[in-house]
T-cell receptor, first 112, second 110 residues
Framework: NAGVTQTPKFQVLKTGQSMTLQCAQDMNHNSMYWYRQDPGMGLRLIYYSASEGTTDKGEVPNGYNVSRLNKREFSLRLESAAPSQTSVYFC???????????FGPGTRLLVL | AQRVTQPEKLLSVFKGAPVELKCNYSYSGSPELFWYVQYSRQRLQLLLRHISRESIKGFTADLNKGETSFHLKKPFAQEEDSAMYYCALSGPGGSEKLVFGKGTKLTVNP
């Protein structure tokens, strides 16, 4: 099993450009999450999906959109990137909210 | 509101010394608590969780409801323990979110 995979691993964007971060899991998990990790700020939840067909905002949703394409895939879209969105983005999945979350390797995003 | 506080951003100890990473939480009910670890250039992974009461890689953590703490301890630190450690909380009753602390970077010096 690959677990949780993310693409791309690294991306450089110019301010105003858009992009989609892809995440997939092969563990048949119901719940999926997107976090951003910034120095001194820890992990902050952007959006999550408790099940296929549902999405909810987390702590820092502004400037992002998500799509739970199917049970396996959960994408994060930046419509108009800003330098403040420079960060490392992690996707995670779990069987439910109270259970262990399994993380992807992360995507490093630099917005110039 | 749920909140997790890790008061130390950085913690440095020598190999063989005891180590304690502090975690305090704010939650009105009975939370589920976790410690996650991120080694250099690796993804975050679960180290241990309260409900399993396991000792992983020599680490233990005890839930103290009176002090609302879930400190992570190891009696003899090893260099390979150097990593970023995150305490996290999940509320029961259908809560779908984990709330993470800001993390503590542990450095174990030779």
């Amino acid at each position: 099993n690959a677990g949780v995979t993310q693409t791309p691993k690294f991306q450089v964007l110019k301010t105003g450009q858009s992009m989609t971060l892809q995440c997939a899991q092969d563990m048949n998990h119901n719940s999926m999450y997107w976090y951003r990790q910034d120095p001194g700020m820890g992990l902050r939840l952007i959006y999550y999906s408790a099940s296929e067909g549902t999405t909810d905002k987390g702590e820092v949703p502004n400037g992002y959109n998500v799509s739970r394409l199917n049970k396996r895939e959960f994408s994060l879209r930046l419509e108009s990137a800003a330098p403040s969105q420079t960060s490392v983005y992690f996707c995670a999945s779990s069987t439910s909210g109270q259970e262990t979350q399994y993380f992807g390797p992360g995507t490093r995003l630099l917005v110039l | 509101a749920q909140r997790v506080t890790q008061p130390e951003k950085l913690l440095s100890v020598f190999k063989g010394a005891p180590v304690e990473l502090k975690c305090n939480y704010s939650y009105s009910g009975s939370p589920e608590l976790f410690w996650y670890v991120q080694y250099s250039r690796q993804r975050l992974q679960l180290l241990l969780r309260h409900i399993s009461r396991e000792s992983i890689k020599g680490f233990t953590a005890d839930l103290n409801k009176g002090e609302t703490s879930f400190h992570l301890k190891k009696p003899f630190a090893q260099e390979e323990d150097s990593a970023m450690y995150y305490c996290a909380l999940s509320g029961p009753g259908g809560s779908e979110k984990l709330v993470f602390g800001k993390g503590t970077k542990l450095t174990v010096n030779p």
